[in-house]
């Protein structure tokens, strides 16, 4: 493993000297190749399905489609379309002695990334990684090896094609030695990113000796407020629920104003289309058992919240005020998405401040927490921490900067 990361540190270095013309270039090419490819990447994604229950949640993340395949070539030829994060001056100052200091953005060098089940994750780390100059380490798992594959060797032919060093995209063994490998690459991986479940993000955290980046788990709540505009809510809950359950910005647990509980029959009623499964309190079940399908409702628990459902399920609670809506976030919240739909401006504003989430929303739906949504192009995840990047991954998140000193025989007294 240590010859393969030095292979990847010694490629990584080579694309200091690539033009931002060449690497627009090859984004587009790997682009036309993915559709150009379609049937193959295909048939190499149903052999990961066909080992995989239907009924697991991550089979709709694993699932690759020819419209799939179109979005993500599309996202690819967005993510050229976009100005280069690098070389850009980030300050500059001329010390009293005439030396001349710039703050320079560069990029990281060597980015790993360890993710489950999503092989659209393999071409758009390498679409971000590439444009912002880093070469890229990916580890995913078991579930989408022959997609995986499939998608690495495309990456890697076109790499070849322009005569760059196919070394800057490598697709590591699905088995658990190399993953102990990636988190132990002290000196050959600059940055790693975890993208998958709680327990893989919790795994990595605790176990990798290299720089770590958590894309969370997430938790999302919408909260209903009392001067909410019921058709708004109605929507903005049917869609964040029910868009795709697989995602983490989907809806996890519906809050509501007890001055509105009349209207949350109402809120719920396109959720059977879907067979939403609904977890709720006391108050807002009283209100739906006898307008809600009853094999679809249940009284909710302690662990009905603070959940990341991954599935055609959500809780509701019911609050006095925004403050008790603002505690329950609070407590169960991931940091990820959470949203108010309200026509408060006292209350919008209060949220905005007081929530703390790398994405808050007023009267819109959670399921724009996405690179490609927020004009970035794609994403490498959703950092929930609050180090380096926060929110959406992308093109500006995948740098760092240097110092540059230039000067005339300077010296230090």
Request: aromatic share 8%; with cysteine; net charge neutral.
């Amino acid at each position: 493993m240590k010859t393969i990361f030095q292979s990847v540190k010694t490629a990584s270095r080579s694309l200091n000297l690539l033009t931002d013309k060449i690497i627009n270039q090859v984004l587009n090419a790997v682009a036309d190749e993915a559709i150009a490819q379609t049937e193959f990447i295909l048939s190499e994604n149903k052999k990961d399905l066909d080992r995989m229950d239907k009924n697991d949640p991550k089979y709709d993340r694993l699932l690759l489609s020819t419209e799939r395949i179109k979005d993500i070539a599309n996202d690819m030829r967005n993510v050229a379309k976009l100005p280069t994060p690098l070389g850009h001056t980030l300050m500059e100052t001329i010390r009293p002695n005439g030396m001349k200091i710039k703050k320079m953005s560069v990029p990281f060098g060597v980015i790993g990334i360890i993710y489950e089940a999503r092989p659209n994750v393999s071409f758009d780390v390498f679409s971000l990684c590439f444009k912002s100059g880093n070469a890229c380490i990916l580890k995913g798992g078991s579930d989408a090896e022959y997609s995986n594959s499939a998608i690495a060797g495309i990456i890697r032919n076109v790499l070849q094609v322009f005569k760059i060093d196919p070394d800057v995209c490598t697709l590591l063994p699905v088995d658990r030695a190399a993953t102990t490998s990636l988190l132990n690459a002290v000196g050959y991986v600059d940055l790693l990113i975890p993208r998958g479940s709680q327990s893989l993000i919790q795994f990595v955290r605790e176990n990798a000796k290299i720089p770590v980046i958590e894309t969370g788990a997430g938790i999302c709540h919408t909260f209903f407020d009392a001067s909410g505009d019921k058709e708004k809510g109605r929507n903005i809950i049917y869609n964040a629920k029910t868009r795709r359950v697989s995602v983490c910005n989907a809806l996890d647990c519906l809050i509501i104003h007890e001055q509105r509980l009349g209207d949350l029959p109402f809120l719920c009623q396109p959720l059977p289309e879907k067979n939403v499964i609904i977890y709720a309190d006391e108050p807002a079940y009283n209100v739906l058992k006898d307008k809600y399908p009853g094999n679809l409702l249940q009284h909710a628990t302690k662990e009905s919240f603070g959940i990341e459902f991954l599935d055609y399920k959500m809780s509701i609670k019911t609050v006095e005020n925004i403050q008790e809506a603002m505690e329950h976030i609070s407590q169960y919240s991931s940091q990820h998405s959470e949203s108010i739909v309200s026509e408060d401006l006292v209350n919008i504003t209060l949220f905005e401040k007081m929530v703390d989430a790398a994405c808050v929303y007023v009267n819109v739906s959670t399921a724009f927490t996405d690179g490609a949504q927020f004009g970035l192009g794609a994403e490498i995840g959703i950092s929930t921490q609050k180090l380096h990047a926060r929110g959406p991954m992308a093109l500006q998140e995948l740098t760092s900067y240097k110092y540059i000193i230039e000067g005339n025989g300077q010296i230090r007294n």
